[in-house]
């Protein structure tokens, strides 16, 4: 008999039939004598509508109200699906973050869970009653209701695995797994049996919204067994989808395990600053301060004392990004201020890459058989990143999931 925290997103529980279709996977779960703790998120585009509403009224510095507001998507998924379930003829209770005191700290809209109880979880799954919560959704210090950052139902279930040390997390979705690539967009990308949880984090940080970002690093961190699933495949034994692994390599380890990108970016170049000591912080400065955050910066080799310096940040940032650099412009002097908010960063990702050169070269020759110019670049140990413009995402994906070998 085996625990599994079971979490369903937004398309698996996006009409009456989908959360009937929840409701017979939860009843094989538990034929086969197992326990299972629901996480669900609002139904498909749900939350993305309660978003237009807020901001519609002005949303800015409202973090607070918006927490209220977009909470509610998942209060409507788990009574449905709690329902739907007692329907079925099983004992369920549903229940928002607060309810299961799922603390967190005061960050609203981006908020981090801190711990949970699991008093009244255990006691369900003594009673035979199957817990459905809420995801996405917690209380902050003061009891305010917080919510965890876009995508972060699959956090709230990786933290309900860890706290009730579930034998698996499995977050059910709209593939069947984790791909070498997103599937919509590269259609030749293959699902992965099973990635490292290292390759994981990174291809989420870079972009991919298989998986939330925080629920990788926790899952990481805690060491919770993962699992990536489809809710569309009804036989379960050919439904095993992607299995994110704690060991430092899997069977058969590719050089690059999947190639991802992010729209959400934007560069500005400050053209003609001198070329001193402090400048960088000169103009990363303020910000920083405003609660900016820089990814990729290069500065360019000065020719007569005068260099460009460029960094990326994220596109929501970019109009108060390039109003703070003009304004240090006007101080510290130096030619003009440019900004482009019409680039993606396109990534690969991969282990292998530790123990092996040339997987740059691999990666630009690829793009630049294609004509795609490569606008700036960043590496680390497991991963290669470029930016170039959004025009050529698609065929940038492509070609280089291609050229190193990705295809079906
Ligand atoms: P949910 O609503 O179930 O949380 P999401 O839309 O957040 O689902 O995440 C699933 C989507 O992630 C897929 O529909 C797919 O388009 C996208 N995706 C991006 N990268 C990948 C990848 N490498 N493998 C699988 N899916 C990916
Ligand atoms: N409903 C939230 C969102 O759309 C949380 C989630 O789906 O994981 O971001
Ligand atoms: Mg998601």
Redesign the pocket.
């Known amino acids: 008999m085996a625990l599994y925290v079971q979490k369903y ?2 398309t698996s529980v996006g009409s009456l039939e989908r959360i009937d279709s929840v409701v017979k996977r939860i009843d094989r779960c538990l034929a086969s004598g197992h326990h299972v703790i629901v996480v669900v ?2 139904m498909a585009g ?3 509508r309660l978003i237009d509403l807020g901001l519609a009224l002005g949303a800015q510095g409202g973090e607070r109200e918006m927490d209220m507001l ?1 909470s509610t ?2 209060q409507v998924s788990i009574a449905l699906l709690a329902l739907a379930l007692k329907a079925h003829g099983h004992a369920s209770r549903s229940y928002l973050g607060s309810q299961v005191a799922i603390r967190t700290d005061d960050a609203h809209t981006r908020a981090r869970i801190i711990d949970m109880d699991t008093k009244r979880l255990s006691a369900d799954l003594d009673d035979g009653v199957v817990p459905v919560i809420a ?2 959704q917690g209380v902050g210090p003061d009891g305010e209701i917080t ?8 956090t ?1 279930a990786v933290a309900v695995a860890y706290a009730l040390s579930a034998d698996e997390c499995q977050i059910f979705t709209d593939v069947d797994g984790v791909y070498t690539a997103d599937p919509r967009i590269v259609p030749n990308a293959r699902r992965l049996d099973a990635i490292t949880i290292e390759e994981m984090q990174e291809l989420s940080s870079l972009g991919s919204k298989v998986l ?1 970002v925080r629920s990788v690093e926790f899952a990481n961190k805690h060491r919770v067994p993962l699992r990536v699933l489809s809710s569309f495949v009804e036989d379960d034994n050919q439904n095993t989808g992607t299995l994110i692994t704690h060991e430092e390599t899997v069977m058969e380890q590719p050089l690059v395990s999947g190639v991802t990108y992010s729209k959400d970016e934007a560069k500005i170049t400050f053209v003609g600053v001198s070329d001193e000591p402090g400048v960088a912080s000169d103009i990363l400065g303020p910000v920083g301060d405003a609660g900016i955050e820089v990814d990729m910066i290069v500065q360019n080799t000065a020719l007569d004392g005068r260099t460009d310096f460029t960094f990326t940040v994220r596109r929501g940032d970019f109009a108060q990004a390039m109003q703070l650099v003009r304004e240090v412009r006007d101080q510290v002097g130096g030619r003009e201020v440019v900004g482009d908010d019409g680039i993606v960063k396109l990534s690969v990702v991969g282990v292998g890459m530790r123990s092996h050169a040339g997987v740059a070269t691999t990666m630009f020759k690829a793009l630049a058989q294609e004509g795609i110019n490569i606008q700036m670049v960043s590496t680390s140990e497991i991963k290669i990143s470029v930016v170039i413009a959004e025009r050529y995402l698609e065929l940038g994906l492509r070609c280089v999931h291609s050229a190193f070998g990705l295809d079906t």
């Open positions: 997103g937004g998120s609002a749900e939350t993305d977009m998507g998942e995801g996405f919510t965890l950052g876009r995508g972060g139902s699959d709230t939330a």
